[in-house]
């Protein structure tokens, strides 16, 4: 009967656990993560929706040429239209609660972590970062000052052109989570190496990770490299990615421990081994406690059972000790087992034994 103790020992810890996490809002999908997460050396964070809040707002509206404000703005948005990117959708509730009608776009191309192309009245327009529209042959020089000015301050700054003609600047901004800070605070003092990995430029990166307190920025990554990126940080030690975004999905598949934020999208979430279902970022720290408490109390569980069986199977059998006395023992080792795993969180298992027979609830 003793092997019963060492055979519940390290389920009972993860289900401890897992219940744990649980209840703060926290969804473990595999054991092997929920295990590993312990061990992780580097947590990264995507910036957009992930640190930040992932609404960002309209900041300056900077039109070139013989343009005006609600031209730019329209055409830009005209192009956005078919994005899921948060940006984008900015660009088009902006422009809807300017009630602007939107221009008759055609034959969109998305390229990733870059920009749009589309055509409009037998012209090409160019919509994304200012190294797009550079690398597109397009002269930035009347708003390169601009550009740099809302980098600096922190915006993501969008650029668009039609034809070989800079139509202007669209600069917006996102703020960052209320509890970034703390959250980054302390995964730092328990000594993991906090990065931020996005595709925005590094001036404004730079600017967001200052405020959220990390200090190692990896920007303008195209999204097809964010899992490049993942791979060759696991060569230093074991990774957990958190992203919220279709761009995160592979990036969080590479890691050791890959996080989806609640809130974000399902390629992400289905990517992912654990899931934050509230949008609190403080429960990242949280889930790495709650793995190594749990791992904690699987070493005590086999200790435990290594105790009962290492005395009580060579004193059963050569019969030095009363059957009766080796059923106690048995059933007090794996009671103790019980009550270290449940310690604290005995809701666990009364819930389970209070379920036994109960009739599934029909959903309506």
């Given at each position: 009967g003793y092997p019963c103790?060492?055979?519940?020992s390290a389920p009972l810890s993860i289900v401890r656990g897992a219940g744990e996490a649980a209840d703060r809002g926290i969804l473990?999908?595999?054991g092997e993560a929920f295990q590993t997460f312990r061990q992780v050396n580097h947590v990264v964070f995507d910036k957009t929706g992930t640190l930040t809040e992932g609404k960002p707002v309209?900041?300056?509206i900077r039109p070139v040429g013989h343009h005006d404000e609600a031209s730019l703005l329209g055409l830009v948005a005209a192009v956005e239209a078919t994005s899921e990117h948060p940006l984008a959708k900015a660009l088009v509730?902006?422009?809807?609660?300017?009630?602007?009608?939107?221009p008759a776009v055609a034959e969109f191309q998305a390229m990733p972590g870059k920009g749009i192309t589309a055509w409009h009245h037998g012209a090409q327009l160019l919509v994304g970062s200012p190294a797009f529209l550079r690398e597109s042959g397009i002269d930035l020089s009347p708003i390169e000052a601009d550009i740099q000015t809302e980098q600096e301050a922190g915006c993501t700054v969008i650029l668009a052109a039609?034809?070989?003609?800079?139509?202007?600047?669209i600069s917006l901004g996102d703020r960052l989570k209320p509890d970034a800070r703390k959250a980054i605070d302390t995964l730092r003092s328990a000594g993991v190496n906090v990065i931020m990995l996005t595709g925005d430029n590094a001036t404004a990166a730079k600017k967001i990770a200052a405020e959220a307190g990390i200090e190692t920025v990896i920007a303008e990554v195209l999204p097809q490299d964010k899992a490049a990126t993942i791979r060759d940080l696991q060569r230093n030690g074991k990774v957990a990615m958190v992203g919220d975004g279709i761009n995160d999905a592979p990036a969080l598949m590479q890691a050791d421990v890959g996080i989806a934020m609640g809130n974000g999208t399902d390629i992400a979430i289905e990517a992912a081994d654990i899931v934050i279902m509230r949008p609190e970022l403080t429960l990242v720290p949280l889930a790495r406690a709650i793995s190594a408490r749990s791992y904690r109390k699987m070493v005590q569980?086999?200790?435990?059972?290594?105790?009962?069986?290492?005395i009580g199977i060579p004193l059963a059998a050569t019969g030095l000790i009363n059957p009766v006395w080796a059923m106690i023992a048995m059933a007090a080792s794996v009671t103790l087992i019980f009550i270290n795993s449940l310690h604290g969180h005995a809701s666990i298992f009364l819930g389970a034994v209070g379920g036994v027979g109960a009739s599934p609830t029909k959903s309506t």
């Open positions: 103790a060492m055979g519940i473990m999908r595999t309209l900041q300056v509730s902006a422009a809807f609660d300017r009630d602007l009608d939107l039609e034809g070989a003609a800079l139509v202007g600047l569980n086999v200790a435990l059972a290594f105790c009962f069986n290492g």
